[in-house]
C-alpha cells in the first residue's frame, strides 16, 4: 500500500513496518489517526474497548462520520455497549482487520471524509 501525500490532507498511513503502520515519518503499533493528527495508542483487550478509549478522536468538532476499528491481524467484533454508545452519538463503526483498516482509511480520506481511525497493532 502506498498513498500519495499529494493527494490527502492531513496524517496519512503511507504503509507497514516492523508491526506498526508508517504514519509520516513515524512508526505506530497502534494508531488512533483522524484528520488532524495521528497518535500512538495502546488500545484494552478487544473485548475490553469502551467509549472512554477512545475520548480523545469523538471530542472532534465536528463529531466523526464513523470509525474505522482495526481489530489487529483478525476481524473481531467490539463489546455491544461500544456499539451502542457510538450509535447514540450518531457515530458509524466500521470493522475489520487492521491492514484493511489502515487501506480503508486512506482512501476515505482520499475521499475528503471526516473519520476516525482506531487501529489495534498488527
Do not use: C
Request: aromatic share 6%; no cysteine; hydrophobic share 45%.
Amino acid at each position: 500500500m502506498e498513498m500519495l501525500r499529494s493527494a490527502v490532507e492531513g496524517p496519512v498511513i503511507s504503509g507497514f513496518s516492523a508491526g506498526g503502520f508508517k504514519v509520516d515519518g513515524g512508526v505506530y503499533h497502534g494508531l488512533l489517526i483522524s484528520p488532524l493528527r495521528a497518535d500512538g495508542w495502546t488500545p484494552p483487550p478487544i473485548e475490553q474497548l469502551s467509549e472512554d478509549d477512545l475520548v480523545s478522536v469523538l471530542a472532534l468538532d465536528p463529531a466523526p462520520e464513523f470509525i474505522v476499528l482495526g481489530t489487529g491481524s483478525a476481524l473481531v467484533h467490539p463489546p455491544r455497549p461500544l456499539v451502542t454508545a457510538l450509535g447514540a452519538r450518531n457515530i458509524g463503526l466500521e470493522i475489520m482487520d487492521s491492514r484493511a483498516a489502515a487501506r480503508a482509511w486512506g482512501v476515505l480520506r482520499a475521499e475528503k471524509r471526516w473519520i476516525i481511525g482506531a487501529l489495534y497493532p498488527l
